[in-house]
């Protein structure tokens, strides 16, 4: 790779990376918003209802820094990767415009209802609007992942041009949508919305209860959300194993680097190890023969290795995508234990006495944030030296004019900016914690009132 390509794809991963905190925080916030709102319809309870505008608050914070930071990601394709957007922009327009109408309008419109909207609107229709809102960053969610299987395994297209004049042209535009991976990849990265959402309530509503502050309303909080969480936990275990089979079929060399396989014999699955890719060896404690049983429900039966592709047709940073696998799936399995073991608890009522618990699910709302994040490296990487799988290579994809020395400039001038942000955001999310939820002069609690453990 020459510096250019460095530095480029350096650049996008660092922008889409911190783009990528906020869009699952909203979508599994919006769908704790959701029960919240529907519990206070249903029970007339008032703390439900200050649960939802308190919550509504820190949802608007998170969605407003989230549009902010997604915008740069549109001029780098122009910038960066002008072959690229030439090569895509068909399909990618397509995807984009449905997100836009579809989507983010739905989203945006009722957006002022649900901050804005409280005793101006009905409560029926302040809950449609945050339905409909909470459908919305599901439906954008959608579009983006479309867009992104689309590189992952193309399909309902076909090529016009050649060489740098070359683009992809929709011909079939269901196809295009409902490519081979699009439904498996948008589950997995829906529910990793939602652990994320879930875990952002979890953790702050754990906060208020060591504090012993607003303790009515963050049990209330904290058991919404770790039901949402705890089925949440497994369908991600689900919907990840779906989508391992989506790679074992169109994407096999990918397969082979996640878990370190270099020649075409029966596959382990390690639980954790080293990588080394000179050597072709990997150290670790693993299940012979496990990756198999899993791809083919047979310990036996072969699995293609690198060593079957060419040399430029692998992924290069095979110990990365490794690592990134595995920590994902380890964070995967801790959240499933994580949650059911609270859920147990609950069930005995003896959860919200067990502080050391709590402090856990404090510190824990990073957890599903780090999995989402590396979730999408072992993805992308693993898809590597191909950046529209077998049809465009990342090092034909960049603009021919930019030079290295530019794309620097702005990757510095980028992370300044971004830290300002996520500053700026954190100190906002702080501030409106620390004030936490109005409650109404009728309301028996108060924000240091006792626990309750039933």
């Not at 319809?41 to 998170?62: G, N, Q, S």
């Not at 001029?75 to 327009?93: H, L, M, P, Q």
Request: charged share 15%.
């Amino acid at each position: 790779m020459d510096h250019v390509e460095i530095l480029s794809r350096i650049q996008f991963a660092f922008t889409i990376a911190f783009h990528y905190i906020y869009p699952p925080l909203s979508i599994g916030l919006g769908v704790c918003l959701v029960f919240m709102e529907g519990l206070y319809l249903k029970t007339k309870d008032k703390v439900y209802e200050e649960l939802t505008r308190f919550w509504v608050r820190i949802f608007a914070l998170i969605f407003g820094i989230g549009v902010a930071t997604g915008i740069v990601m549109e001029f780098e394709f122009g910038t960066n990767w002008a072959v690229y957007s030439r090569y895509v922009g068909d399909i990618f327009g397509s995807a984009l415009a449905a997100e836009g109408i579809f989507a983010f309008a739905l989203e945006s419109a009722f957006l002022g209802i649900l901050i804005f909207g409280w005793n101006r609107v009905s409560p029926r229709v302040h809950f449609l609007s945050t339905v409909l809102v909470a459908l919305g960053s599901m439906f954008s969610a959608l579009w983006i992942v479309v867009a992104n299987s689309w590189q992952q395994t193309p399909t309902g297209y076909r090529i016009e041009g050649e060489g740098l004049k070359a683009r992809a042209v929709v011909t079939d535009f269901w196809e295009m949508v409902f490519n081979p991976s699009s439904i498996e990849r948008y589950s997995h990265v829906l529910i990793g919305a939602f652990l994320a959402g879930s875990f952002l309530v979890l953790s702050v509503s754990a906060w208020y209860i060591l504090k012993r502050k607003y303790v009515v309303h963050s049990q209330k909080a904290f058991t919404i959300a770790l039901w949402v969480a705890a089925v949440s936990s497994l369908g991600q275990l689900f919907t990840g194993h779906k989508s391992a089979e989506v790679i074992t079929k169109y994407q096999p060399a990918k397969l082979a680097a996640v878990e370190g396989h270099f020649e075409t014999a029966p596959a382990d699955m390690y639980l954790l190890g080293w990588v080394d890719a000179k050597k072709q060896t990997v150290t670790g404690l693993k299940i012979p023969g496990g990756l198999s049983f899993l791809v083919h429900q047979d310990f036996k039966k072969p699995i293609s290795g690198l060593n079957s592709f060419k040399p430029e047709n692998r992924p290069g940073a095979i110990n990365f995508v490794f690592q990134t696998y595995h920590l994902m799936v380890a964070i995967g399995m801790m959240l499933i234990g994580l949650c059911w073991l609270a859920i147990f608890l609950l069930y005995r009522k003896k959860l919200f006495q067990n502080r050391w618990l709590m402090g856990v699910f404090v510190g824990s709302v990073l957890l599903p944030q780090i999995a989402n994040q590396v979730g999408w490296y072992t993805a992308e990487v693993g898809r590597q030296p191909w950046v529209v799988y077998g049809l465009l290579r990342t090092s034909d994809a960049l603009s021919q004019a930019v030079k290295a020395e530019h794309v620097l400039i702005s990757l510095i001038l980028f992370t300044l900016v971004y830290v300002i942000l996520f500053v700026l955001f954190i100190y906002l999310l702080n501030k409106k914690i620390q004030h936490g939820p109005d409650i109404s002069p009728e309301d028996p609690e108060t924000p240091t009132s006792k626990l309750n453990y039933e």
